[in-house]
């Protein structure tokens, strides 16, 4: 039988999130993080696990070229991929908000501009709230935007404010709380049921055991 | 010069569009082989016929065009709709009508460039609402993609009425349903969990919505879960409901190309009864999707019960590419005709007899291009008839079928 195959987010929770599948009774023991190597094997040679960059883990699950993945929710908004989302590992705990300076005429009717890692949370957050804004994606130093007058507010992930208080950001408003979370292909969790719904439940036990 | 090419351009290669109508064409038949016939609808819809139903396709998504009286039409964006549109408003409505279809429906996604067109292959069967019935078109969707050479798939049956029997008991505004609606849709029981915290529901009912989504499998484990959440006799009365239609499946001997999803809900509104998708391994998309819809003909004055299904030929293409299932060769021509120009009129003679026989012949005046073209080759000059490779080498029917055309030349290179 093919191997299940796992994509594994490349980040700050890879190994634990590894860690909640050793407790599944899973161990991947060629695994390290900075090896060059991007495919393990557990020991059983059930599972294949893929080391991926965090953002293409949605895209990898949602066209089957990986049955489940490990990933963090910011990512799987962004994406907007059709997937299952099954299992909240709780891990890497943090949340999307809006930011922006003092100054900021706070979020008032005129039109925004908003710099982000995460212009598709950006653009459905305001257009809830039914306000048009204009998004500027950027990839890496978003708190610099508001500051060189690129953008109004920036959106971005807030784990302990440190990074916007040093920077004379502060949070507006908080989006959405962010955590790990467990995704399925939806074909794989029908065509491949007997595997992945007891690999899904083993999981949950861990958790729940982690929990107690 | 400026290239218009198109992000959704679908533009098929001759290659291409040889392998889409081999696929059209197993469909076609099989669904003949279920007694359905053939129909077409016109490209043209008006908009108000889409409009004036409630949850069928998002109006953003739909291509209009302006008629020389002001009327607003769409390009159709279903093909549903149409034919229950077409098949109500006849003056005698015929139950029991089996109709298939293959056509270009037409939508545009926010965020994508350009429209959106896609070939749909689908089948509407008015009938009763019985597990029969049901269970009929089911099986007619299995037998396809076994046709097809998937050899891993499942069909998804759920039941359109389960969640919102259970939605009607908790009063949510249309806006809080959506929402909770694509969380169920994605399984995500943590989200699910935080949202219901905010809403004062009865703790049972809070429950048995958590725990829809998780109501996927074989029959013998999701109908006594699903038993512990039914509220009511007439969550009762859809359980049984599918319970009878996975009876007869089991008669037909399909039971384990099915599975329970009683946390599938379809965005089209119109679906009251069995609702099914179908999914091919490591295909994130169902290819095909379902249900039954004894409502819509009430829409266009006469009630017919119906039920249907649609699979997507450009995703049954990506499908099967991605499995690298076999494909059709394309057809190379079984004869080159070369020709002097005092034998032209003997060549296109020849050329013809055998196209008559259906053989494809291609002619060439010796000398000019053509000359790469893999295929039996056939040179007529003063010097007479030459072959290559030489006659000797050539299948008999074909050596047989030139000896009937020139009986008593015959000449070797």
């Known amino acids: 039988m093919e191997p299940l195959t796992l994509a594994l987010a490349k980040g700050r929770t890879t190994s634990a999130s590894l860690s909640v599948f050793e407790k599944a009774g899973i161990d991947f023991p060629d695994f390290h993080a900075d090896s060059r190597k991007l495919i393990f094997f557990d020991t059983s040679g059930k599972i294949k696990l893929i080391f991926v960059k965090a953002v293409d883990v949605p895209t990898y699950v949602e066209k089957g070229a990986a049955d489940i993945g490990i990933v963090g929710k910011d990512n799987i908004l962004e994406a907007q991929a059709d997937i299952y989302e099954m299992l909240d590992l709780k891990l890497g705990k943090c949340k999307v908000a809006v930011a922006g300076s003092a100054e900021t005429d706070r979020l008032s009717n005129q039109s925004l501009t908003v710099a982000s890692k995460y212009p598709a949370i950006a653009k459905n957050h305001f257009q809830k709230k039914g306000q048009s804004v204009e998004t500027i994606k950027l990839n890496g130093s978003v708190e610099l935007a508001p500051l060189i007058g690129l953008a109004d507010v920036i959106v971005d992930i807030v784990e302990t404010g440190t990074t916007l208080k040093e920077n004379g950001l502060s949070i507006i408003e908080e989006i959405e709380e962010i955590s790990t979370r467990l995704i399925v292909n939806k074909a794989s969790f029908a065509t491949k049921s007997e595997v992945i719904h007891p690999l899904i439940q083993q999981l949950q036990g861990a958790l729940e055991e982690a929990k107690a | ?413």
């Open chain 2, 1 to 413: 010069m400026q290239p218009y090419v198109s992000g959704s351009s679908k533009d098929a290669s001759a290659r291409d569009f040889q392998i889409k109508e081999t696929l059209t064409a197993t469909l076609k038949n099989r669904f003949a082989t279920y007694g359905y016939q053939q129909i077409g609808t016109s490209a043209f819809e008006y908009y108000d016929l889409y409009s004036s139903i409630a949850g069928t396709v998002n109006k953003d998504e739909m291509l209009k065009v302006i008629d020389s009286s002001g009327k607003v039409l769409v390009l159709r964006p279903d093909m549903t709709i149409p034919i229950a549109r077409m098949v109500s408003s006849r003056q005698a409505a015929t139950a029991g009508e089996r109709l298939f279809y293959v056509q270009n429906v037409f939508r545009q996604t926010d965020g994508e460039l350009g429209s959106k067109e896609s070939t749909q292959a689908g089948v509407e069967y008015f009938g009763e609402n019985t597990a029969e019935n049901n269970a009929e078109i089911i099986m007619l969707a299995v037998h396809t993609l076994r046709d097809l050479e998937f050899a891993n798939f499942k069909i998804e049956i759920g039941h359109a009425g389960f969640f919102k029997e259970l939605i009607k008991q908790a009063k949510l505004s249309r806006v809080e349903i959506e929402q909770l609606q694509a969380m169920i849709q994605s399984k995500n029981t943590t989200d699910i969990e935080t949202f219901l915290a905010g809403f004062e529901l009865e703790e049972e009912l809070k429950i048995a919505i958590k725990k829809l989504p998780h109501l996927h499998g074989n029959p013998a484990y999701v109908i006594p879960q699903a038993e512990e959440i039914v509220r009511n006799d007439a969550m009762q009365e859809l359980l049984q409901n599918l319970r009878d239609v996975y009876e007869v499946l089991e008669a037909y001997e399909v039971e384990d190309a099915a599975v329970f999803n009683l946390g599938l809900i379809n965005n089209m509104n119109y679906y009251t009864g069995v609702i099914f998708q179908g999914f091919v391994e490591n295909f994130g998309k169902p290819v095909m999707m379902g249900g039954r819809y004894d409502n819509l003909g009430e829409q266009f004055g006469s009630p017919l019960p119906a039920i249907g299904f649609a699979f997507d030929i450009d995703d049954l293409l990506q499908a099967r590419k991605q499995q690298k299932l076999s494909v059709p060769e394309p057809g190379a021509p079984d004869f080159v005709i070369e020709y002097t120009a005092e034998k032209q009129r003997d060549a296109f003679r020849l050329a013809y007899q055998l196209r008559e026989k259906g053989l494809t012949v291609l002619t060439f005046p010796a000398g000019s291009s053509g000359g790469s073209v893999a295929a039996k080759r056939i040179k007529l000059s003063q010097d007479g008839i030459a072959c290559s490779p030489l006659l000797d080498e050539w299948a008999d029917e074909d050596k047989e079928t030139l000896a009937q055309l020139f009986p008593e030349e015959k000449g070797d290179e």
